[in-house]
């Protein structure tokens, strides 16, 4: 129990750490006037908590509470038909803290067995792209999908390799405002989206990946209020770059320009 309070505490810290507070007051005994030697005789009245965890804390177990209540919320939903064949729902990976959310189309075979986004081949080629040209691992970052379950082109066989398809309107737009939900908590600064499907569907316009990659756009829902979007860069899916090699040094341009962006100071 003191064990799983200090480790509670240690994460109410470093998120509080994160957030760009007043942090010039000493987190221990602030505002203690009393001596110290006092404190431990004062039992029956307890001293109050320290203002800056007091004040900090609810806030922190909020988001946190609130996050996980989705992701359970999504391992159980039923809204769409991909609901029902699924082995596993796949909610998305990486740290709340992430500066760039990368979203793709949806859980292929090995996504839903592990439960994990991009954790096949394409994952491994993601994975890669995110160390070499950026330096960074996925737990740096957030990686998430337009839907939420495996689309399959029979979903009566979830065991079969090659079972794959695109999810259909119907299927984005019961899973989309889980999305939405998602870059509500992360707050990123920007989304790069992996492949036509998932620039379509957060841009709202129906261009090939080819013309619109490697540009800024704004992302059309006003999720933190007028004058503060989320900037979008669309770039190729990671499958795309298995198929077609010479993909890749578009993709690497684009992720220059990612790198350039995340480096500009906040
Ligand atoms: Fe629910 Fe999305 Fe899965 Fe459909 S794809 S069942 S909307 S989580
Ligand atoms: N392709 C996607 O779009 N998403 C995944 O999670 C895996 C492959």
């Known amino acids: 129990m003191k064990r799983a309070l200090g480790a509670a505490a240690r994460d109410v810290a470093a998120y509080i ?20 030697a006092a404190a431990p005789l004062q039992a029956p009245s307890p001293a109050p908590l320290p203002a800056p965890a007091a004040s900090a804390a609810p806030a922190a177990a909020v988001a946190a509470e609130d996050i996980a209540l989705l992701a359970e919320k999504v391992k159980n939903c039923r809204r769409c038909g991909l609901g029902i064949a699924r082995l596993n729902a ?3 990976v990486g740290t709340y803290k992430a500066r760039v959310v990368f979203v793709g189309e949806g859980p292929g075979f090995q996504e839903d ?16 792209i995110l160390e070499t040209v950026l330096g960074l691992k996925r737990s740096d970052v957030y990686i998430a999908n337009i839907v939420k379950c495996h689309p399959m082109k029979s979903p009566e066989t979830p065991e079969a390799h090659g079972n794959d398809r695109p999810p259909t309107p119907e ?3 019961a899973c ?27 841009l709202g316009i129906d261009k090939g990946i080819s013309t619109v990659r490697g540009h800024w756009y704004d992302y059309p ?17 990671p499958a795309a770059l298995l198929r077609n090699p010479n993909l890749k040094r578009d993709t690497w341009e684009d992720m220059k320009m990612l790198k350039e962006f995340l480096e500009k100071p906040v």
């Open 17 to 36: 750490r994160t957030l760009d507070e007043n942090l010039s007051e000493p987190p221990l005994n602030a505002g203690a006037a009393v001596p110290a």
């Open 90 to 92: 796949v909610f998305g």
């Open 113 to 128: 067995h592990e439960g994990e986004p991009f954790v096949g081949r394409s994952g491994q080629l993601l994975d890669k």
């Open 171 to 173: 299927e984005i737009s």
């Open 176 to 202: 989309r405002p889980y999305l939405d939900e998602q870059l509500r908590f992360i707050k990123p600064a920007c989304i790069v989206t992996l492949g036509s499907v998932a620039t379509k569907v957060l």
């Open 221 to 237: 829902v006003e999720l933190f209020g007028p004058g503060h979007p989320i900037k979008v860069l669309p770039t190729y899916h």
